[in-house]
T-cell receptor, first 113, second 110 residues
Framework: DAKTTQPNSMESNEEEPVHLPCNHS???????IHWYRQLPSQGPEYVIH???SNVNNRMASLAIAEDRKSSTLILHRATLRDAAVYYC??????????????FGKGTKLSVIP | DTGVSQDPRHKITKRGQNVTFRCDPI?????LYWYRQTLGQGPEFLTY????????KSRLLSDRFSAERPKGSFSTLEIQRTEQGDSAMYLC????????FGSGTRLTVV
């Protein structure tokens, strides 16, 4: 899987938007961009994924650069429950190779009340 | 759908002992994965099952580690002759498309 680069940590004030960046300059044409987050003492949980177009769901939005070399996870209003480590992961189309997820160190998001 | 269950949540064992962890995936998920996570790091892939077949094994999975999924449902991960370096969180996940992780088993080898 291609490598991603994320800041080690970020801070946000509660109820403000948060933009979590991810660089993936070596992304291939069939790599999907996945985001997972891991709350303290929990396993990772799926947040969102996309290929080329921006995506929205109830948890977050995913903005993908036109050249796909970077993406941004957007939490529209951070809450204390959003404090977690956020992982940006590239994964090829299902069946194209390994089904495993390759995690980096992620971005630790702290939310300030 | 009760999610992915892992048992036990915590395990403390003496060096040299054998330990076994259990994972119960979401019932309709045919793929099951084991990951290991040490402090400050992201999870690292260990092994993957499709139904009862073990299709991938990481080089992290030494000879002391063995995983089974005998009937394509629950899975067990056994570590023989535990070492202090085995201390970690062991995560199980299952998928049909997207992944669902369990809360993990935290192993401490003393």
């Amino acid at each position: 899987d291609a490598k991603t680069t994320q800041p080690n940590s970020m801070e946000s004030n509660e109820e403000e938007p948060v933009h979590l960046p991810c660089n993936h300059s070596t992304i291939s044409g069939t790599d999907y961009i996945h985001w997972y987050r891991q709350l303290p003492s929990q396993g990772p949980e799926y947040v969102i994924h996309g290929l080329t177009s921006n995506v929205n769901n109830r948890m977050a939005s995913l903005a993908i650069a036109e050249d796909r070399k970077s993406s941004t996870l957007i939490l529209h209003r951070a809450t204390l429950r959003d404090a977690a480590v956020y992982y940006c992961i590239l994964r090829d189309v299902p069946g194209a190779g390994s089904y495993q997820l390759t995690f980096g160190k992620g971005t630790k998001l702290s939310v300030i009340p | 759908d009760t999610g992915v269950s892992q048992d036990p949540r915590h395990k403390i064992t003496k060096r040299g002992q054998n330990v076994t962890f259990r994972c119960d995936p979401i019932s309709e998920h045919n793929r099951l994965y084991w990951y290991r996570q040490t402090l400050g790091q992201g999870p690292e892939f260990l092994t993957y099952f499709q139904n009862e077949a073990q299709l991938e094994k990481s080089r992290l999975l030494s000879d002391r580690f063995s995983a089974e999924r005998p009937k394509g449902s629950f899975s067990t991960l056994e570590i023989q002759r535990t070492e202090q370096g085995d201390s970690a969180m062991y995560l199980c996940a299952s998928s049909l498309g997207g992944y669902t992780f369990g809360s993990g088993t935290r192993l401490t080898v003393v």
